[in-house]
């Protein structure tokens, strides 16, 4: 009698833990899933009359988890350079529905200049899309340049999207 009490409260601890979990797309289950990694680094110019301004910035390294019930995951950077020019990245990632295990990036650049970070004095924009097959990384740049008159304030952004596709079921 002892023992069957025993094993009716585990079973009981097991549905008590189901049900608090902490939402339904944990509970779901994962048939296969997606690990998209992003990394790189930035070089930005500040033109100055005498002297410009000019860095190199590591990414810092992102992961975003797709899965059938969360197909699109984004990610965003933002830098500063010589106090005046602000530079924001937007990346997601996104399934292809009709082709299982690849990924479509989109990654858009933008570039402020004013005098101090942040700013919202929109200069230039830059973007691209592009694929990623299965278990590939891709290495990309993206170039924003401040398109404002005379200016030669750019950023270039180098970076790496890894895919790693697993079947789980
Ligand atoms: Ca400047
Ligand atoms: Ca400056
Ligand atoms: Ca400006």
């Given at each position: 009698?002892?023992?069957?009490?025993?094993?009716?409260?585990?079973?009981?601890?097991?549905?008590?833990?189901?049900?608090?979990?902490?939402?339904?797309?944990?509970?779901?289950?994962?048939?296969?899933?997606?690990?998209?990694?992003?990394?790189?680094?930035?070089?930005?110019?500040?033109?100055?009359?005498?002297?410009?301004?000019?860095?190199?910035?590591?990414?810092?390294?992102?992961?975003?988890?797709?899965?059938?019930?969360?197909?699109?995951?984004?990610?965003?950077?933002?830098?500063?350079?010589?106090d005046?020019?602000?530079?924001?990245?937007?990346?997601?990632?996104?399934?292809?529905?009709?082709?299982?295990?690849?990924?479509?990036?989109?990654?858009?650049?933008?570039?402020?200049?004013?005098?101090?970070?942040?700013?919202?004095?929109?200069?230039?924009?830059?973007?691209?899309?592009?694929?990623?097959?299965p278990?590939?990384?891709?290495?990309?740049?993206?170039?924003?340049?401040?398109h404002?008159?005379?200016?030669?304030?750019?950023?270039?952004?180098?970076?790496?999207?890894?895919?790693?596709?697993?079947?789980?079921?």
């Amino acid at each position: 009698m002892r023992r069957l009490s025993v094993r009716a409260g585990l079973v009981l601890a097991a549905v008590v833990s189901l049900l608090g979990a902490p939402s339904a797309a944990s509970a779901a289950p994962i048939n296969d899933f997606h690990d998209v990694t992003i990394n790189g680094w930035v070089h930005i110019k500040d033109d100055e009359r005498h002297h410009d301004d000019i860095d190199n910035y590591d990414m810092h390294v992102e992961t975003l988890r797709l899965l059938d019930t969360v197909p699109k995951q984004w990610a965003a950077w933002s830098w500063c350079q010589g106090d005046e020019v602000y530079v924001e990245l937007h990346m997601d990632a996104s399934r292809i529905a009709d082709r299982p295990g690849w990924v479509k990036i989109n990654a858009k650049a933008d570039l402020y200049e004013m005098w101090d970070c942040p700013n919202d004095d929109h200069d230039g924009t830059a973007s691209m899309s592009f694929e990623v097959p299965p278990n590939t990384s891709v290495n990309k740049m993206l170039r924003v340049d401040n398109h404002e008159k005379g200016s030669e304030d750019y950023a270039e952004i180098h970076f790496t999207v890894a895919s790693y596709f697993t079947k789980t079921g």
